[in-house]
């Protein structure tokens, strides 16, 4: 999502500054180039070998007497982003006075419109009226916040002042370097996680899924540059960045949120696992057993097929669906294909222990209703996300509005 991006990755002297080594990481299987560049008391966490080796780049910091008296310049005019983590107390501070006494300050007075920072330090810290003054004053110039997050820290106390996780910060970056979206942007609406179906104030009837295909779809949809909001039923996932949620559910509370917004979808991705039937009558009151027997009959009546109606509809925007399942599975992925008028299908095979449900990896092949076939292969949710987001583009017509910040 991000190829071709450039992320100048500021590290400064805080014991938060290990995390940054799996940032670079993800930043770099993501398709960014990132450039390090660290203060000489985050030497202390993390070397300048490990940084080079991660990164493919010589770091930069004040002590390269190799370095050019403009550098701060030009690292400033060569990232997308500039992005300082863990942001001391202390780093804080200099950004909001204009503090440039170090190669990371000076470069960051240069390129303060590309800046984001992530804090990290004791919650004691990060409390006082000083810092909350300094994070104040660094918003309101449009520099962008990013955390902390509450939790353990590392003086054995626990409360607000972590840094975001690795994750957390990608998709904060992913959501910073999107192409900018207006109201001409294309809408894409897609639906993940189970719905549920109550039988009584404790009972239910659901499907299994975790939502993260879904929401690996939506994270991939909004960084082509598509106005995204995501359907979801019950999961316990975090939302990703720029990307609008909506929680439901059972089947026909999703399905009054697709249909409202039907007339501005251009993209729908049907990717929540609908559960097919719902109890005729749910009873108020938590069902008992009956002494004597060992049955409970249920009535079930059928769910609305949100995904058939969608594809149907007078407003009928490009639909993309999913074939979950256990047996033959391009059979079934190309009868759905057609008796639902889809344009597109992901099948997936269950049915496998190393993928398909609460993993993070998937096995995806897509069958168009031209009779095209697309091997996505086997791999992460995340990168099969974004492999299915171009081919949903390709075939749609809809290209990708590239206007980065």
């Not at 080796?53 to 010589?58: D, G």
């Not at 300082?84 to 909001?96: C, D, I, Q, W």
């Not at 057993?289 to 009535?299: A, N, R, S």
């Not at 949903?392 to 980065?404: C, D, K, N, P």
Request: hydrophobic share 40%; aromatic share 4%; with cysteine.
């Amino acid at each position: 999502m991000l190829k071709g991006k450039k992320v100048l990755l500021g590290i400064t002297g805080g014991i938060a500054a290990y995390k940054c080594c799996e940032l670079i990481r993800l930043l770099r299987k993501s398709g960014a180039e990132v450039q390090a560049m660290v203060t000489r008391h985050a030497l202390d966490f993390v070397t300048l070998t490990v940084l080079k080796a991660l990164t493919s780049n010589e770091p930069l910091w004040d002590g390269d007497s190799g370095r050019l008296p403009i550098e701060h310049i030009r690292a400033a005019e060569w990232a997308d982003l500039i992005l300082v983590a863990p942001a001391t107390g202390n780093f804080l501070a200099k950004v909001r006075a204009g503090i440039a006494d170090d190669l990371l300050s000076t470069t960051v007075l240069a390129g303060w419109q590309k800046l984001a920072v992530a804090p990290a330090m004791n919650s004691q810290m990060y409390l006082n009226p000083a810092t909350q003054e300094n994070i104040g004053v660094i918003r309101s110039r449009g520099i962008r916040v990013w955390g902390p997050a509450s939790g353990d820290l590392a003086c054995g106390t626990s409360g607000e002042g972590r840094m975001l996780e690795p994750k957390e910060l990608l998709d904060l970056i992913d959501d910073a370097l999107a192409p900018r979206l207006t109201e001409k942007s294309p809408r894409c609406v897609i639906t993940a996680g189970p719905t549920v179906e109550m039988l009584d104030p404790v009972r239910m009837l659901t499907n299994r899924s975790s939502g993260k295909m879904g929401f690996a779809l939506a994270r991939a949809a909004r960084a082509a540059g598509l106005r995204t909001t995501v359907i979801s039923g019950p999961v316990s996932l975090p939302t990703p960045a720029g990307v609008e949620r909506i929680n439901v559910q059972s089947a026909a509370e999703m399905r009054d949120q697709v249909l409202s917004l039907l007339p501005e979808t251009d993209i729908f991705i049907g990717c929540a696992a609908v559960a097919d039937f719902r109890p005729a009558t749910v009873s108020p009151q938590k069902i008992k057993k009956v002494k004597g027997t060992d049955e409970l009959t249920l009535t079930l009546v059928k769910n609305p097929d949100i995904i058939a109606e969608v594809a149907r509809s007078e407003q009928r925007p490009f639909t993309a669906g999913f074939a979950a399942e256990t047996e033959n599975l391009e059979a079934y992925a190309k009868r759905k294909l057609t008796e639902k008028n889809l344009d597109i299908i992901a099948a997936n095979d269950v049915s496998r222990k190393d993928s398909g449900f609460d993993s993070d990896k998937n096995s995806i092949t897509l069958y168009d209703r031209e009779g095209g076939k697309t091997e996505l292969g086997s791999g992460d949710k995340q990168e099969l996300a974004e492999r299915m987001v171009r081919e949903i583009l390709r075939l749609s017509g809809i290209t990708e509005h590239r206007s980065w910040c």
